[in-house]
Nanobody
Framework: QVQLVESGGGLVQPGGSLRLSCAASAFIFNNYDMKWYRQAPGKERELVAT????????AYADSVKGRFTISRDNAKNTMYLQMNSLKPEDTAVYYCNAAQWGLSHWGQGTQVTVSS
């Protein structure tokens, strides 16, 4: 069974930073496109950032460009989402996703709350 384990959410003030982590098996990490989604209350799930495999090409939603950075640590089979200059509208549950060959696997989600 595919497991994606997320961590790093929490409460942060506007303008602050958080780093989310998503750990996966080596097979998943090296062969699947890795993505971060988020879902705010009352809204649909939104794709935030993608890290393609192979190639490591990154892509971002317009709403987070220049503020969020997706990256990976191959030695730890872990993907990260560095979130800077956070805004209240970034408040959501953030989900790690691995997708390839028509398959899609999800993490359990981690809450990010941006509030003063």
């Amino acid at each position: 069974q595919v497991q994606l384990v997320e961590s790093g959410g929490g409460l942060v003030q506007p303008g602050g930073s958080l780093r989310l982590s998503c750990a996966a098996s080596a097979f998943i990490f090296n062969n699947y496109d890795m993505k971060w989604y988020r879902q705010a209350p009352g809204k649909e799930r939104e794709l935030v950032a993608t890290l393609s495999s192979p190639g490591g090409i990154t892509a971002y939603a317009d709403s987070v460009k220049g503020r969020f950075t997706i990256s990976r640590d191959n030695a730890k089979n872990t993907m990260y989402l560095q979130m800077n200059s956070l805004k209240p509208e970034d408040t959501a549950v953030y989900y790690c996703n691995a997708a390839q060959w028509g398959l899609s696997h999800w993490g359990q989600g981690t809450q990010v709350t941006v509030s003063s």
